[in-house]
Every structure is written in C-alpha cells, then in structure tokens.
C-alpha cells in the first residue's frame, strides 16, 4: 500500500480555484491513472499515462489536464475548479500484468 | 461502444447464502476481464482476473463469451464479504481499464 500514495487527502476549494493533485509511485510501474469516483457513475478515467510525457484522455478528461515528467509522479490539475468536480480521486498505477494498484484516494470538494 | 454493466446498485443476502454478483460487457475483441473490492476505509485492490481462473476468498468467476458475461459467485456469503465490488475489463493493447459502476454487497447476520 505504501508504494503509491496520493497528496493532498482532502481539499477544499472555490469555484474557479486552480487546483492540482499528486500521485507517487515507488513501484517503477510504466502506467498510470486518474480516476474519480462518484455515486451511481463507480470509477472513471480522467486520464492516463503510458510512459513519461505520454499520456491521453480518457472517458471524462474535459476540465481536467495531466502532467508526468518522471515515472514516479503523475499530477492532475483542474483549471478552473467548478462543483461537478467535487468527487473523490484515485490514483492507478500498473505494470506490464494489466493488474491496477490503487492510492487511498483524495477527497476534493468544490464550494 | 466498450462497455460494462453491473446492474445491481445494491445486493443484500443473509450470512451463508450464496451471492452472485452480476457483470455484462460489450467489447469488440479478446477482453480481459478482472473484479475488484473496496472494503470499508480500505484502497481499491484485485480480487479476480479472468486469465488466472482461481478461487480468492471463495469467490470464483468464470468469463462466458456467449453471453459475455463475468459474473462473481460464491456459496456462502461471509459477514466480512460486505464491500463495494468492480467489474473491469481492460482494452487490448491500450492499458486502458473501462470500470463497471460498481455493486455494493451487504451481507447481513
């Protein structure tokens, strides 16, 4: 479980704040993710990497961009914050066996 | 499209009954098929891949092409089963996991 964690574990913010949220892996894992949860809709995919300075979207990445400029980080960052972004944030990471590790999760709020 | 469905938002059964939770896919290809857990203030983690076939935890899960389905059963459903559980299928050569919306199970003393 330590090998990914996830920073910040709760926010708050306004509308229309810029806010951006970090995964860290220590498991050298080529793939990473970005998922949100939320009731009703379970997991989906922001966006994802497949290497450094790879990546692309996925089911719902509009209002949402990503960066990783090394294996260890992949950082996801919402513009211009709004409430339909209030969800809770996981993190992914995967290796070359398809199998997903999960972070605990970033509780984000948008007031 | 891809896709999958997990019909049941809710799924109650009684201690020592068997559960099945259901799964359906819509995929266009050889999918990989897997189920994931989330317990209570507990990380996501896999509990099933469909390649591995093997029973964890009791539960067991068999990939039905005709149907396309990956339903997860078990016969005897244990108080400390209750949890959130994902079906997920993972697209052929893209690393991209589509994720079902989930079923909560509660199993009930």
């Known amino acids: 479980d330590a090998g990914i964690t996830q920073s910040p574990r709760h926010k708050v913010t306004e509308t229309g704040t810029p806010v951006t949220l970090r995964c860290h892996q220590t498991e050298n894992h080529r793939y990473m993710y970005w998922y949100r949860q939320d009731p009703g809709h379970g997991l989906r995919l922001i966006h994802y990497s497949y290497g450094v300075k790879d990546t692309d979207k996925g089911e719902v990445s509009d209002g949402y961009s990503v960066s990783r400029s090394k294996t260890e980080d992949f950082l996801l960052t919402l513009e211009s914050a709004t409430s339909s972004q209030t969800s809770v944030y996981f993190c992914?990471?995967?290796?070359?066996?398809?199998?997903?590790?999960f972070g605990p999760g970033t509780r984000l709020t948008v007031l | 499209a891809q896709r999958v469905t997990q019909p049941e938002k809710l799924l109650s059964v009684f201690k020592g009954a068997p559960v099945e939770l259901k799964c359906n896919y819509s995929y266009s290809g050889s999918p990989e098929l897997f189920w994931y857990v989330q317990y209570s203030r507990q990380r996501l983690q896999l509990l099933l891949r469909?390649?591995s076939r093997e029973s964890i935890k009791g539960f067991t899960a068999d990939l039905n092409k005709g149907e396309t389905s990956f339903h997860l059963k078990k016969p005897f459903a244990q108080e400390e089963d209750s949890a959130m559980y994902y079906c997920?299928?993972?697209?052929?050569?893209?690393?991209?996991?589509?994720f079902g919306t989930g079923t909560r199970l509660k199993v009930l003393a």
């Open positions: 997920a299928l993972v697209s052929s050569g893209t690393y991209k996991y589509i």
């Open positions: 469909h390649i």
């Open positions: 992914a990471t995967g290796g070359s066996g398809n199998e997903q590790f």
